[in-house]
């Protein structure tokens, strides 16, 4: 486990998106620069450091400046990689607080210190829920490399980033407390998550659930840590992206599946929560 300092932006040496064949492997090699890995399609074995890790569609794999390791692959292997700069230094989970400790807000588990700008990386992360926001960064950086190369190195840095900011999160999340949440709140989420592709209200959650408008709002932020409407939003723009990347539905057909009152209204909504519009990420 190790933490990375984030008081400077990392600069990126290289990046690229590699496809592997079966049986590609190295005799191993330790760089003077950090490696992030990002894999797509395939599996591939990276022996680090003495243990072997075995990565998939949806793993991260770090390599610090200086760790020995030896990649192989077995069958096809598709992945984006990073060379970049700055600090990692060995850490524990006794040295991880809460995000929100001090500041208040969402839980988030990963920062060293309140104070400093620290976040928590391991040799393997899987990112879970993390992967839609990981791979719409990965498309911006690809984007920023496509569009202005060499000329703008901030740009890049700032996407790179926030990708790393998820990526931590994915890992951390592992060392939040189980929170148990009470029974209305799972009546609330069982009724979202049945609902969210209908314009639901809350006099609608609160029908079902047979509990007062403001019981229902204060018990729902309490336990999950946001709004009524924002948990709703999320789970749509969540499953926006999965219809844009992973079928065959345009624009129009994802808004009016998920319920959308038009399509320009789900435009916004989309460009406002992912920062690009969903024919831009649909691209």
């Not at 040496?13 to 592997?20: A, F, L, N």
């Not at 850490?91 to 920062?111: H, Q, R, S, W």
């Not at 989420?189 to 049945?194: E, G, K, L, R």
Request: proline share 4%; aromatic share 16%.
């Amino acid at each position: 486990m190790f933490r990375y300092d984030f008081s400077r932006l990392p600069q990126i040496s290289m990046t690229g998106k590699v496809g592997e064949k079966s049986g590609w492997s190295h005799n191993g090699r330790r760089m003077n620069f950090n490696m992030l890995v990002v894999f797509h399609k395939g599996a591939c074995r990276f022996l680090i450091e003495g243990t072997d890790f075995d990565f998939a569609r949806g793993d991260i794999a770090l390599i610090p400046a200086g760790t020995f390791y030896r990649p192989h692959t077995d069958s096809i292997c598709e992945y984006t990689f990073f060379h970049f700069d700055g600090e990692f230094t060995p850490c524990t989970a006794e040295d991880i607080v809460p995000f929100d400790a001090a500041l208040g807000g969402k839980p988030f588990y990963g920062l060293i210190h309140p104070d400093a700008p620290t976040l928590v990386f391991d040799y393997k992360v899987s990112l879970g829920a993390q992967m839609q926001n990981v791979e719409l960064l990965l498309r911006k950086c690809t984007d920023a490399q496509r569009r202005y190369g060499g000329k703008l190195p901030l740009l890049l840095s700032l996407h790179f980033s926030e990708m790393m900011f998820y990526i931590s999160q994915s890992f951390c999340e592992q060392f939040k407390e189980n929170v148990r949440v009470p029974a209305p709140v799972s009546r609330i989420v069982s009724y979202i998550n049945d609902h969210y592709m209908q314009n639901i209200t809350l006099e609608d959650i609160c029908k079902d659930t047979e509990l007062t408008k403001q019981y229902c709002m204060r018990v729902f932020k309490k336990y999950m840590h946001m709004t009524i409407g924002d948990y709703i939003l999320d789970l749509r723009m969540r499953h926006a992206a999965y219809l844009l990347r992973s079928t065959y539905m345009n624009v129009n057909q994802a808004a009016d599946y998920l319920g959308f009152s038009s399509t320009s209204y789900f435009s916004r909504v989309f460009k406002k929560y992912y920062g690009v519009s969903p024919s831009e990420y649909f691209e």
